[in-house]
């Protein structure tokens, strides 16, 4: 499932501003923290230990159970492994359709292709978006804006009708293609422009005065100085793509290889299996975007919240 | 007025980002603009995959619309589930926020763990949850264990239970989403406004309500409406979890033009659904944006 994040409306060409200090507050002054004076530290921290543990614990019983043998799974699925086993995720990775790798690898060809053409495509348009007059960039702006809105299985029959005009139907170009127009790009050039508005006008000048023109502004001036929009496009278009369902399983179609998603679906939703091996392929289906998003969480998080707060 | 020669100029120097632009531009139209008027177009026809040519038969499609009982119950659940998840998501992000709004490292790592449910697929998320809430599933191993149920309860198979699990679950996926833009809006609060409201005599509670609550109104805008559309054309997860059942309880207006699409083959007919619920998704995003900004302002 994805979700669209906000645009970000707001240029953010610094990092968010840092927290004041909570330490920095001599013990028992007489002001409280927001108001907040009740709950202190090691209760509020045991409390938020808790609860967090509580609203993660499916993922927590991923992890676990997919180290445990069957048996102990069903007899006490929140414990944790006494007796870690790789047998599950052995077992995954041999099986004989080859799920695991086959998928991992499709998804990682059209997640890597996506994202480095919509990069450009969406920086480039939004440098030069951002260069025009208001009135006309406010409308193109605005038909971007209702990309986002637009529930996916609106555009889908007839995208794959474009497709199969294109020739492209079931095929993997025809997804990257596909993706490369949708709300993705609408979501880039959101992102972009608000990082490119903060780019004051006189660097582009100054560097047109020198002769560059405008591609070898975009190239050289004005990409390394959105480097934070470049990451946050990154990161999120790479989850979402990695994530998406529908697409891959309606423009690809069940006869092609499949992608991660669409491909567990097909063969793990086809039969009953035991929970061992379920969670050994959710363990291992599922750690790749898991292990990504911890590495670039402080990106992550900073793209999220750049669109979000006035 | 500008000279000619400037245009030309111009043009030279950047041929080649309007070419990258103008592609990215073209890419949208034929990948977006363009599906949403064949899409329109197709509502009014009976376009079929499995015959060549269709017939143009005006609001047929849409009539048939307002006599089709399984759409009905779609929509309806679609809308509860759109509103329940919205509104549990959001108390549950900006909880989770104002618990998590302290900048130790242990706080960190657990903002970072809270978001986690977003992060995976909606097909592992539905797979995950459904080894969970199935009859004989892990919820009802433990609920049995701690001897709180004695006949195991099926969550997924009983029409009102499985629309309550099914809307568990998404709030649960939305929840992780929520609380990062609450901690975002909380973390931009003046640390000033809270001493002059302690200065004034405000107690904890009085300053929640007059000073954190107004201020993350912005914030509460975008969550609000990010979560309405997310669940509006919200497909994966339910598929995975429940397929639309039992008897089309947690079918999904998403699923259910899916469904007739690829299913039924009724292209034509789906395409009028896909363009209610272009149309609704339009009204109601719009609508509770305008309503909450002008909550915004009032502050």
């Known amino acids: 499932m994805t979700v669209q994040s906000p645009s970000a409306r707001r240029p953010a060409l610094r990092r968010p501003p840092a927290r004041r200090p909570v330490h920095g507050r001599p013990a028992g002054a007489a002001v409280p923290r927001r108001g907040r004076r009740r709950l202190f530290g090691p209760a509020r921290l045991a409390l938020a230990v808790v609860l967090v543990l509580v609203f993660v614990s499916p993922i927590y019983l991923t992890v676990v159970n997919a180290f445990k043998k069957e048996d102990d799974i069903v007899a006490g699925p929140a414990t944790p492994p006494v007796h870690p086993t790789l047998h599950n995720l052995s077992t995954a990775l041999n099986r004989p359709d080859h799920l695991l790798q086959l998928g991992l690898r499709n998804s990682l060809i059209v997640v890597v292709c996506s994202v480095l053409l919509l990069i450009p495509l969406g920086s480039a348009f939004s440098f030069w978006i951002s260069r025009r007059r208001t009135r006309p960039r406010a409308v193109v702006l605005a038909v971007l804006a209702a990309g986002l809105m637009i529930p996916p299985q609106v555009v889908l029959l007839p995208t794959i009708r474009i497709l199969t005009f294109l020739g492209l139907d079931h095929s993997y170009p025809g997804l990257i293609l596909s993706n490369l127009g949708g709300g993705y790009f609408s979501f880039a050039v959101f992102v972009y422009v608000g990082f490119m508005r903060a780019v004051p006008d006189e660097v582009v000048e100054a560097a047109r005065l020198d002769g560059a023109g405008g591609l070898r502004i975009w190239w050289t001036i004005i990409m390394p100085l959105v480097r934070p929009a470049t990451a946050t496009v990154a990161i999120f278009l790479s989850l979402w793509i990695w994530n998406d369902f529908l697409n891959p399983q309606f423009i690809l179609g069940p006869l092609q290889g499949q992608t991660i998603t669409t491909g567990l679906y097909l063969s793990v939703g086809q039969f009953q299996m035991d929970y061992g091996q379920l969670f050994g392929i959710m363990f291992l289906a599922g750690v790749i975007p898991v292990v990504g998003y911890l590495a670039m969480q402080k990106q992550f998080i900073a793209g999220l919240t750049a669109g979000s707060t006035k | ?299």
């Open chain 2, 1 to 299: 007025m500008k000279p000619l020669s400037h245009w030309f100029r111009d043009t030279s120097q950047d041929l080649g980002l309007r070419l990258i632009a103008a592609l990215g531009l073209l890419l949208y139209l034929v990948f977006i603009v363009v599906p949403v008027f064949m899409s329109l177009r197709s509502s009014f026809t009976d376009e079929n995959p499995l015959k060549s040519g269709s017939n143009w038969i005006g609001f047929g499609n849409y009539s048939e619309m307002l006599h089709d009982s399984q759409l009905r119950t779609s929509v309806v659940f679609t809308l509860l589930l759109a509103a329940g998840v919205t509104v549990v998501a959001n108390l549950v992000g900006l909880a989770f926020a104002l618990l998590l709004d302290r900048t130790a490292l242990s706080y960190r790592v657990l903002r970072t763990v809270a978001f986690l449910p977003q992060v995976v697929s909606g097909v592992i998320v539905g797979f995950v949850w459904k080894t969970i809430l199935t009859q004989d599933g892990l919820l009802n191993t433990v609920l049995r264990s701690l001897h709180l149920v004695h006949t195991p309860v099926d969550w997924l198979g009983k029409p009102h239970l499985a629309q309550f699990s099914v809307g568990v679950v998404v709030a649960w996926v939305l929840s992780g989403f929520t609380t990062v833009v609450y901690l975002a809006a909380l973390q931009n609060i003046p640390q000033e406004l809270y001493d002059a409201g302690s200065i004034d005599g405000a107690g904890a509670a009085q300053q929640f309500r007059m000073i954190t609550l107004r201020m993350v109104a912005p914030a509460t805008t975008i969550s609000v409406t990010i979560s309405l559309i997310t669940v509006l054309k919200l497909y994966d997860v339910i598929q995975v979890l429940t397929s639309g059942g039992p008897a089309n309880a947690t079918q999904s207006t998403a699923q259910y033009i899916v469904k007739m699409a690829f299913t039924n083959d009724r292209f034509g007919y789906a395409s009028s659904i896909a363009m209610f619920l272009l149309a609704l998704s339009a009204v109601i995003a719009l609508s509770v944006t305008s309503i909450l900004r002008r909550r915004e302002v009032d502050l």
